[in-house]
């Protein structure tokens, strides 16, 4: 109750603040058209005071409704605020955790992202609420609110498809909330390197995320060999079926070939470099595709297409990885974006609501 308290003060305050100039406007009006009918002579005079009257009468009304208006959809805005974060505390409260406590937080939380972002409170909640919805805790989505709002800002999607897009990737590489500008990072340099957007990339990681982390690949190392394929193949989704069919059967490729996929400890070597050395030996032996399917017989046909196509990469992974990895890429991108015409208009009205 507290909170509505002092919201309803703040809401007051402004509203008090708001009639004042508005009515010290109409006053200086007033005064103007005064002096005007003063000029015009005692003929008009009483017209003059009628009329004034009459111009005052609508403008005070027309300052009173508005603000009146404005205070009502203030105080339902949060309701709604307020309902939203506890349907969400209930949802993804732990063990012997306070609703009302959770609520609260969530709303703190909402807020602060709200004014940093130049979204409404209102935006901010269904963001957290959609990354609940996709399957993260209450503290995790928390964590991982600001990325979300940028991300779905950055690619002008829905806060559900971003949420859901950026929730995948996380529980595919096993990254928590507190990293998930991780994520977004990568996603917006993937879409600067490649032909797509970053919503792309995040489906066609969707495509192979799984299997790479099984084979211990990283995030980054994932997102480069993808960059890859989607350069030559137009899509990110495509590139991702091929690649984890490649991943799939690696090592049947490099057995083939007599590329080791052991250390000399007898360690498995890092994925990335058997890729590497396979694509060398094709890439070396100066095979036909024809050639490397009868070499490679009874390999997938999508794997032997990724294959094909890495021998004709001329980029190099190592410094793909590193660009992938270039943090503070989303926050930068968005702030071009609040400087845009768009952007703007959207902190004016994240500031009014």
Do not use: C
């Amino acid at each position: 109750m507290a909170e509505i308290g002092t919201y309803t003060v703040s809401i007051l305050l402004k509203a008090q603040e708001n009639i004042s100039n508005a009515v010290r406007k109409a006053v200086d009006s007033l005064n103007q058209l005064r002096d005007e009918s003063n000029r015009l002579g005692s003929s008009i005079k009483e017209v003059g005071k009628i009329s004034l009257g009459v111009i005052s009468g609508f403008i005070g009304f027309n300052i009173f409704s508005q603000v009146s208006s404005w205070v009502r959809e203030s105080v339902n805005a949060f309701s709604v605020f307020e309902a939203e974060s506890l349907r969400l505390a209930s949802l993804s409260r732990e063990a012997g955790q306070s609703i009302e406590g959770l609520a609260a937080g969530l709303r703190v939380v909402a807020s602060a992202a709200a004014r940093e972002l130049a979204v409404s409170g209102k935006e901010a909640v269904t963001a957290l609420g959609n990354l609940v919805k996709a399957g993260l805790s209450g503290r995790e989505a928390a964590l991982a609110l600001k990325d979300a709002i940028m991300l779905a800002k950055i690619e002008n999607v829905d806060f559900a498809t971003a949420s859901a897009n950026l929730v995948q990737v996380m529980a595919q590489f096993g990254v928590a909330g507190s990293e998930a500008k991780r994520v977004v990072d990568a996603l917006v340099n993937a879409s600067r390197l490649g032909i797509g957007s970053a919503n792309d990339f995040a489906q066609g990681l969707a495509n192979v995320g799984a299997t790479a982390r099984a084979m211990g690949m990283s995030l980054e190392e994932t997102t480069s060999w993808l960059i890859v394929l989607e350069r030559r193949f137009g899509s990110a989704q495509e590139a991702g079926t091929h690649l984890n069919r490649f991943l799939l059967e690696l090592y049947e490729i490099a057995g083939k070939l007599g590329v080791p996929i052991h250390d000399l400890d007898g360690s498995l070597r890092s994925t990335t470099k058997v890729m590497l050395d396979v694509v060398n030996i094709v890439k070396m032996g100066g095979m036909s595709f024809d050639e490397l399917q009868e070499k490679l017989k009874g390999v997938d046909i999508r794997a032997l297409k990724a294959l094909f196509t890495f021998t004709q990469m001329n980029e190099s992974i190592a410094e793909l990885a590193e660009e992938v990895s270039r943090s503070g890429s989303a926050w930068e991108t968005y702030m071009r974006y609040l400087e845009t015409t768009e952007g703007k208009m959207a902190r004016l009205k994240a500031e009014n609501d």
